[in-house]
């Protein structure tokens, strides 16, 4: 008998900017995706002023969901999936994200999808904003620095409860919020929250203040669609790199607590409704006087999430200095490898035991359902010459996380909800904007330079997934 809860959601995740394609069809505004040029490892995307002439911008075509999602989804229904997460692309809904009115071809779209996904049994699971915002917002309004953001954000997460709320039950508002906590590179500002830095800018206040923005809208949301349909489950969205420290000595210890705090505050806004006293330190000691009003205070307390999304990829190391006594974290320079386990061709460390430690951390701090709405292995598929791809790597890497979150719930008593791997199908890579980095069991062709049939094909991992769902897990 599967450890695995009957109802146990086995499914794949994707997010629209990644896969639909069609970026300026169906009335669709440009998004912060739509910006972004395709990188390489190491190289990262160009964030260009506008839609620039002879750049090339991977998430304009994607892998054209947007005219395939019928094919692909019977293919994810032949898996066996039980559930299919993806997000709705805010601009697709409002094009410049300030209209008062939505895009009704927009909002057409997602109800032709979902009644796709409900056809064979697959549940929707929804995202909200997944790194697409749209991109008027940002040159307009500056992106979540400004308090305007709550209100566009909420009027689209309400037109989307409204007009799927017979078809969704389970929701997420902002996917990886705490991937910001990396605001000295640039990446994650502008796709967390549409924020571009100019020289000389305090990064680090300017990243809090949005964050809070976008905690409140966050709240707000989850308070609407609890009115809207009492049975919504609408989840956090946390990406998990649990920081280890280098060695058992003391200062590493407390400089992996510091660390975790600085990365993870987020959930204990989301789930508790309040600011934890660390942080509120923290903002003193800095001197960030943050706008935080005594109306948002409630809001947050009122607008808890039902159960913690997050995505696991990797485990982070981090070690003490001796000249950071205060044990201050800045994820773009305090990381470092552990030398215990494997890295992947992109230096994504390889640590199926951190999940079941992330598991558990969790839980411990929440005992709120949790959902591992994306874990995947990125990689290079070659091509048989027959076609097949053989991608055994991939297999061994998504057994042993399942296994691992297996033991979480056999012998650590977590109330897990469900597994989504990324990318169940090929799609743009979010941090490259690469397609050769590939994580789906279906292949789909087409390379780095936009080339390729956009053919889809299984590769091996596909009926190996099957199994696994039809066994409920038992079978890996
Ligand atoms: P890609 C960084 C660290 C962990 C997860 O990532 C991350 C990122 C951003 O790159 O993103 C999530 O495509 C994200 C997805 C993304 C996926 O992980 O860079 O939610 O949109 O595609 C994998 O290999």
Known sequence: MSSLRKDFLWGGAVAAHQLEGGWNKGGKGVSVADVMTVGANGVPREITNGVLQGKNYPNHEGIDFYTHYKEDIKLFAEMGFKCFRTSIAWTRIFPQGDESEPNELGLKFYDELFDECLKYGIEPVITLSHFEMPYHLVTEYGGWRNRKMIDFFVRFAEVCFTRYKDKVKYWMTFNEINNQANYNEDFAPFTNSGIAYQPGENREKIMYQAAHYELVASALAVKIG???????????????????????????????????????????????????????????????????????????????????????????????????????????????????????????????????????????????????????????????????????????????????????????????????????????????????????????????????????????????????????????
């Open 226 to 476: 609890h009115e809207i349909n009492p049975d919504f489950q609408i989840g956090c969205m946390i990406a998990m790199c649990p920081i280890y420290p280098l060695s058992c000595k003391p200062e590493d210890m407390m400089m992996s607590v510091s660390a975790m705090h600085k990365r993870y505050w987020f959930t204990d806004v989301h789930v508790r409704g309040y600011y934890p006293g660390y942080l509120e330190k923290y903002f003193q000691r800095k001197g960030f006087n943050l706008d935080i009003t005594v109306e948002d205070k409630l809001l947050l307390l009122e607008g808890c999430v039902d159960y913690i999304g997050f995505s696991y990829y990797m485990s982070f190391t981090t070690e003490s200095k001796s000249d950071n006594p205060q044990y201050d974290y800045d994820e773009s320079k305090d990381l470092v490898r552990n030398p215990y386990v494997k890295a992947s061709d992109w230096g994504w460390q390889i640590d199926p035991v951190g999940l079941r430690y992330a598991m558990n951390w969790f839980y411990d701090r929440y005992q709120l359902p949790l959902f591992i709405v994306e874990n995947g292995f990125g990689a290079i598929d070659q091509l048989n010459s027959d076609g097949t791809i053989d991608d055994d790597y991939r297999i061994d890497y998504l057994k042993a996380h399942i296994e691992a979150m297996k033991t979480a719930v056999e012998e650590d008593g977590i109330d897990l909800l469900g597994y989504t791997p990324w990318g169940c199908i090929d799609l743009v890579s979010a941090g490259t904007g690469e397609m050769k980095k590939r994580y789906g069991f279906i292949y789909v062709d087409k390379d780095n330079e936009g080339q390729g049939t956009l053919k889809r094909s299984k590769k091996k991992s596909f009926d190996w997934y099957k199994q696994v769902i039809a066994t409920n897990g038992e079978q890996l």
